[in-house]
């Protein structure tokens, strides 16, 4: 019988639908709007990277909050900050590409705030049996923000040219404030005992510990996405020197993901995991191959097309099994915290040194090839994390108690 989701579950769902769509329909063109004021690789990868450190800094002091404290108003101050981050862009216009590094931070401590409470509610808020159901809407959720939020954008942007910018940006304001509202419709979780500053580092020094593995497996998934994240949007850009065609591609592609997501959330069992895990993997390295021919927008349709074919299968399995682990005893779900951001730490990781390498490298060589290699290495990290999570993927633990 298909697992079902109670109110409380759609309810964060929604508030979920409702962030990611107010960053999708601004988040894709942040970066071309600063290429566009200075178009410099390493520029963008600074921005990208002081994001995630603020990001790591917000999960490592945020902890003790979430645990003992109200996370929901840790949840709301993401998604305030995030507003506020298109509120600072919207002011500064062109000048804002000197500001990176306190826009940066912004955004950084507002994902970190917002990822943090509501991982630790999703837990909290699902078990064993719905999980991959959950994980299957938030896919298909971001996927139909993706959809349809950038390719209104670059809609916006070809007919109204750069003012474009000022309604895009006022648009995912008005969303993060309608997320804002909606939230104080979801119940105040009880908080927990103390948080244990030394629990992440105790797991990840464990070797006899599954979070050990998990950590690194988690790190190798983040060393794709790191730069995945921004760059993609980016090339798409550079190839064509069009809002209009950059929308397009996100509708496309998220046309694709919208119904991996749907399928393998849908029909996705514990016991298949293992062979998702694998094959997405596999799948997600092999689709860079394209662009080894030309870097230009048929070839990175294709390879974005892959892409969102193949991710749902190694990112349901991926997610749902880190969770699963978190209800693995009673000490675990007492630990849930501490295990939310030991977690965050290992994506955190991977996607730091990504992003860090890329600038290091476009600043030695920014020319097409460089860079296509480069996304093929990190495009094969993940079949490291599958490897790595292999026999993790198979066990099934209790419902969190």
Known sequence: MQARLDGQTKLLLLVYGLFACANAFSGTFVNVFLWKVRPD???????????????????????KWVKEHNKMNCLRLGIILSGTFYMFVLFLGKQAIDWIWLLGIMMGTAMGAFWLAFNVVYFEVTDADNRDVFNGWVGLLGSGSSMVAPWLSG???????????????????????????????????????????????????????????????????????????????????????????????????????LM???????????????????????????????????????????????????????????????????????????????????????????RSLSILTFIVIVS????????????????CMPILSAWLMRRLVQRKSPSPT
Do not use: H
């Open 41 to 63: 690789y390493a520029l963008i990868g600074w921005f990208a990277l002081i994001q995630q450190l603020s990001l790591g800094a917000t999960f490592i002091l945020g902890g």
């Open 155 to 257: 809609l916006l942007i070809g007919y109204f040219s750069d003012i474009g910018y000022n309604y895009i940006f006022m648009a995912s304001i008005v969303i993060f404030s309608i997320g804002v509202v909606l939230s104080f419709w979801l119940k105040k979780r009880p908080p927990g005992c103390a948080y244990q500053w030394s629990i992440p580092l105790k797991l990840w020094m464990n070797a006899d510990s599954p979070w050990q593995k998990t950590f690194f497996a988690l790190a190798a998934q983040g060393l794709r996405d790191g730069s995945y994240g921004f760059l993609i949007g980016l090339l798409v850009f550079v190839a064509t020197a069009n809002e209009v065609k950059l929308g397009n591609y996100t509708l496309i592609t998220s046309v694709v993901g």
């Open 364 to 379: 030695i060589s920014n020319k097409p090839e460089v860079i296509v290699t480069y996304l093929a290495v990190i495009g």
């Open 260 to 350: 991996s997501y749907y399928v393998v959330g849908r029909f996705m069992k514990w016991k298949y995991r293992s062979l998702g895990l694998l094959a997405g993997a596999i799948a997600m390295g092999i689709v860079v191959i394209p662009l080894f021919v030309k870097v230009q927008y048929i070839t990175l349709l294709l390879f974005g097309m892959g892409m969102a074919l193949a991710s749902p299968l190694f990112v349901i399995p991926m997610t749902s099994t880190t969770f699963d682990l978190m209800a693995e005893s009673n000490e675990a779900v007492g630990q849930r915290v501490e295990l939310t951001v030991l977690r965050e730490l290992g994506l955190f990781a991977g």
